[in-house]
C-alpha cells in the first residue's frame, strides 16, 4: 500500500514539474521575442498560437501562468508613465483571451478534420477572428493610457494598424507551425542526404525567388518617389511563381520571403503614421492570403491528378494480371495438347501394330500422323514451344521465322541486348501477340517478299523498356508467284495464332503499358513500330481530400 502511495506521488511531481518547466519555458521564450516585437510585427501573437498549436491542452494553464508573470514585471516598470488603469489591463494575458478561440476552431469547426490535413478556410478564418479580436482589446487598452503630461491622443488608424500587424505576424508564423504539427511525426524535411536536399526543385527555385526579391528591393531603394509603388507590389510575384510549381507549402515558404522582403525594403519595423506603407502592408496580406487559397487549390488538384493516375495504374494492373493469367492458362492448354500429341501417337502406333492389317496400316497411320500434327500445330499456334522452353526470344526468332519461311517469305530478327527475359509475363505475351498480328498484317500483301525485326531493350528508374520494329521488303514483280502461293500465306495467322486486331484495337493493348504503337509507309514496304513500357507498380496514394485541406 505505502509502494502505491509512492508511486502515485512520484507520478503527480513529474506533472506538475512538467507544468512548471513548460510555464518557465514560455516565459523565457516570450521575454526573448518581446524585444523584437512592434506594432508592425508584434511577433508574440505568432508565439501565442505557435503554443497554442503544439502544446497540449493540459498545459494551457501553465501557458497563462507562463506569460502572467513578463507582462506584470514589464508593466511595472511602466506603471509612472502609462498609468495604473492601462498597465493592469496590458498585464491581462491575450494567450487566455484566443484560448476559447483556437479551442472552438480545433474541436468544433473542423481545424483539422483528418489526421495530417488541415482545412485552409478554417485556418484562416481563425487567423481573421483572433487578429480582430487581439486588435479590439489592445486598441481599448491604448484607450485607458494616461501620460504625465495628460490624456493620450489616439493616432489615427490604430486599430487598423494593430490588426494589420498582428494578422501579418500569424500569416508568417502560423502556416509554419501547421506544418511542423499535421507532418510532425513524419519530419517536415525527408532525412536525404544534403546533396539531395540541395537539388531538390523547391531549393533551387526557393534561391531563385529570394534573388528576384533582392533585386527588387535593391531597385526599391534606388526608385524615385513616384515609381517605389511598382516593386513593393511585384514583391509577390516571385510567391506566386513558387505556388505554381510545387503547391501550398511553396506558397508559405513564397509569402514568407515576400513578407520579409517587405519589411526590410520598405523599413517597415519602426512605428510610423504614413498610410502609404499601411497600405502596402495591407495589400500584401491581402495578396498572400489569396495566394494560400491559390496553392491550396493547386496541392488539392496536384492529388486529385495523383490519385487518377494511381487508379488508371490499378486499372491497368488488373488487366495486366487478367492478361497474364490468360497467357498462363493458354501455355498449360498448349502443353497439355502436347502431351495429347504424344499420347495419341503412342496409342495409335499400339493399336496400329495389333489390331490392323498390314494392308490397311498406311493409310491409318497416315490419318493417325495427320491428327498428331494437327494437334501439334493447335499447341504451337496457342503458345509456341520455344516461347516455353527457351524464352521469348527464341519464339520471335525461331516460331515466326519458320512459319514465314513455309510460305516463301525471307526472315531475319536482330535482338540486342539479353533483357527480354527479365520483361513481366503480361509484357512478353503483349509484345509477341501485337508482333504475330503485325507480321500476319503484313505478309498478307501480295508483293511482300520479305520482313525484318529489330528489337531493343533497355532500363529506366521505374522499369524496363522494350522497343519493336518490324519492316517489310515488297517487289510488285512477286505479285504472281504470291498469288499462287496465297494458301499458304493465308495459314499464317492460324499457324501463329494472331487475332487479327486493326491498328486501333491493338493500340489499345498497348496502352496497358503506356506504349506506342506507329504505322507508316516507308520505301520499298510498310513499317510498324512498337514502344512498351514494362514499369513496376507505383506507391500508394492517399485519396484526395475533399474541399480545400491541405497536408
Same mark, same amino acid.
Given at each position: ?21 513548460? =510555464?518557465?519555458? @514560455? $516565459?523565457?521564450?516570450?521575454? !526573448? /521575442?518581446?524585444?523584437?516585437? *512592434? ?119 490604430? =486599430?487598423?494598424? @494593430? $490588426?494589420?500587424?498582428?494578422? !501579418? /505576424?500569424?500569416?508568417?508564423? *502560423? ?377
Amino acid at each position: 500500500m505505502s509502494e502505491a502511495k509512492s508511486v502515485a506521488g512520484s507520478s503527480t511531481n513529474k506533472r506538475w514539474l512538467m507544468h512548471v518547466a513548460v =510555464a518557465l519555458g @514560455y $516565459a523565457l521564450a516570450y521575454v !526573448t /521575442v518581446r524585444p523584437f516585437s *512592434v506594432t508592425y510585427w508584434p511577433f508574440v501573437f505568432g508565439l501565442r498560437v505557435a503554443c497554442l498549436m503544439l502544446t497540449p491542452r493540459r498545459y494551457w494553464p501553465a501557458l497563462v501562468v507562463g506569460e502572467v508573470i513578463p507582462l506584470a514585471y514589464f508593466n511595472a516598470l511602466c506603471l509612472d508613465d502609462f498609468g495604473l488603469l492601462a498597465m493592469v489591463l496590458n498585464s491581462m494575458p491575450l494567450i487566455a483571451v484566443g484560448m476559447p478561440v483556437i479551442s472552438w476552431f480545433r474541436n468544433r469547426a473542423g481545424l483539422f478534420p483528418t489526421p495530417g490535413m488541415v482545412n485552409l478556410t478554417r485556418l484562416l478564418g481563425c487567423m481573421l477572428a483572433l487578429s480582430a479580436l487581439w486588435a479590439s482589446i489592445k486598441y481599448a487598452i491604448l484607450s485607458t493610457v494616461h501620460l504625465p503630461s495628460g490624456p493620450y491622443h489616439i493616432p489615427e488608424g490604430a =486599430a487598423w494598424k @494593430y $490588426a494589420i500587424g498582428i494578422y !501579418t /505576424v500569424l500569416l508568417l508564423v *502560423v502556416p509554419w507551425v501547421i506544418m511542423i504539427r499535421i507532418r510532425g511525426r513524419r519530419h517536415l524535411w525527408p532525412l536525404l542526404p544534403l546533396r539531395t536536399q540541395m537539388t531538390h526543385p523547391l531549393v533551387r527555385d526557393a534561391g531563385v525567388a529570394l534573388l528576384i526579391l533582392l533585386g527588387l528591393m535593391g531597385w526599391y531603394r534606388v526608385a524615385g518617389t513616384d515609381t517605389q509603388s511598382t516593386p513593393l507590389m511585384a514583391m509577390f510575384l516571385p510567391a506566386v511563381w513558387l505556388t505554381l510549381k510545387h503547391g501550398w507549402r511553396a506558397s508559405v515558404l513564397g509569402g514568407t520571403l515576400s513578407l520579409v522582403s517587405l519589411a526590410c525594403a520598405s523599413n517597415l519595423l519602426m512605428w510610423t503614421s504614413d498610410a502609404y506603407h499601411l497600405q502596402a502592408e495591407t495589400l500584401m496580406d491581402m495578396a498572400i492570403t489569396s495566394l494560400y487559397f491559390f496553392g491550396a487549390r493547386i496541392s488539392e488538384q496536384g492529388r486529385a491528378y495523383g490519385q487518377a493516375r494511381q487508379d488508371a495504374r490499378e486499372d491497368k494492373d488488373v488487366a495486366r494480371s487478367a492478361l497474364a493469367l490468360g497467357e498462363a492458362r493458354l501455355q498449360r492448354t498448349s502443353q497439355a495438347l502436347d502431351y495429347l500429341a504424344t499420347l495419341l501417337r503412342m496409342d495409335y502406333m499400339d493399336v496400329l501394330t495389333r489390331y490392323v492389317p498390314p494392308e490397311e496400316y498406311t493409310s491409318f497411320h497416315q490419318e493417325a500422323e495427320h491428327l498428331r500434327r494437327h494437334v501439334r500445330h493447335l499447341a504451337e499456334s496457342l503458345y509456341p514451344s520455344a516461347w516455353r522452353e527457351r524464352g521469348l526470344g527464341a519464339a520471335l526468332h525461331e516460331t515466326l521465322g519458320k512459319v514465314l519461311r513455309e510460305a516463301d517469305i525471307t526472315y531475319d530478327c536482330d535482338t540486342v541486348g539479353r533483357e527480354l527475359r527479365f520483361l513481366s509475363p503480361a509484357c512478353q505475351s503483349v509484345l509477341y501477340r501485337v508482333a504475330c498480328d503485325a507480321v500476319t498484317a503484313l505478309s498478307t500483301s501480295p508483293a511482300c517478299i520479305g520482313l525484318h525485326m529489330g528489337i531493343r531493350t533497355g532500363r529506366r528508374p521505374s522499369g524496363r523498356w522494350v522497343v519493336l520494329r518490324i519492316r517489310s521488303m515488297e517487289n510488285p514483280q512477286r505479285v504472281a508467284a504470291a498469288m499462287v502461293q496465297g494458301r499458304s500465306r493465308e495459314g499464317i495467322a492460324t499457324a501463329l495464332g494472331a487475332s487479327l486486331r486493326t491498328v486501333e484495337e491493338a493500340r489499345q493493348l498497348v496502352r496497358l503499358f503506356d506504349g506506342l504503337l506507329d504505322l507508316r509507309t516507308v520505301p520499298d514496304g510498310k513499317r510498324i513500330s512498337l514502344l512498351l513500357y514494362d514499369q513496376a507498380p507505383n506507391a500508394t496514394v492517399p485519396a484526395a481530400p475533399i474541399r480545400l485541406w491541405v497536408e
